[in-house]
């Protein structure tokens, strides 16, 4: 039976990764929680509320922007170090790229800031809604009102423009690199495929699918935004263009949350009244992770091995899960 470890930060939970050994929670209040074993230790990071988080690519700091203006990196054993400071500007999309880059938008300019310290900036004619880098190569996806720009960012060509009308949310790159698909504010995601550009539409969802998170291999791509998880199938060349979505864990309540397996077709699905549940691509098979307390999943990760989970709630209830018992 998986055991559950329980803590409680009073704040919302933007985001969780794991550091090794320790877990990251970043959080509302503006910091960022290290929790090794049942010890929880709270990182003063930014004056205001941590907007965004990620974990960096080697997996030893997690990445985080502010409504203060601040970037910064924390590392597993507490160290908090500076990247940049954007007065007046919201730091709310951060991204973590090869080698040591990261990617971050402030207001209406893109910054990547390479290992060395140096930088480019990009300037846009709107914020940027995501970013992404390309799971190789130094390539970062920029979501943006009416499409996705593509830059190379370590040469000073101009970007691949990839349009579709409407207001891009949020993006990712296929773990293949062979498709991006964005989140949009219209309630559905949109796709492309790379070598040629063609378009895929996802719709048929009643609210917005915020979190996305790829399958093993990228066969599978699952999404919240309806009252189950909504995996979209990428095995062949067309990718999802004429098919069926699977629909896994269905519920009355909306699924919040969304995290799949790195080595299995399972995925762990959070939900708007706290609940999750993991849930097996093959059969349905669903198994409770935590019992529902009122209050909507808003973070979910499994470790590099799948052997324990993380979550956090909107009202700051936050857990790991030894799914080996």
Known sequence: MPTLHDHAFDAFVVEVAFLGGTVAFGLGDGTVRLVGGDAARAVTVHRGAVLAATATRDGRALLTGGDDGRVALTGADGTVTEIATRPRKWIDTVAAGPNGAIAYGAGRQVVVRFADGKERVFDLARAAGGLAFAPKGMRLAVARYDGVDLWWVATEAGPTVLPWKGAHLGVMFSPDGRYV???????????????????????????????LSWSEKGRYLAS???????????????GPMGKQPLQLGAREVLATRVACHPREEMAAVGYQDGMILAVRFADGEEALIRRPDGSPVSALAFDGRGGRLAFGTEAGAAGIVDLAG
């Open 181 to 211: 698909v964005t989140t949009m504010q219209e309630q559905a995601l949109h796709g492309w495929r790379l070598d040629d550009g063609k378009d895929m539409r996802m719709s048929g969802y009643p609210a917005k699918p915020r979190s």
């Open 224 to 238: 919240s935004g309806a009252n189950a998880a909504v995996l979209w199938p990428f095995q062949g060349k067309d």
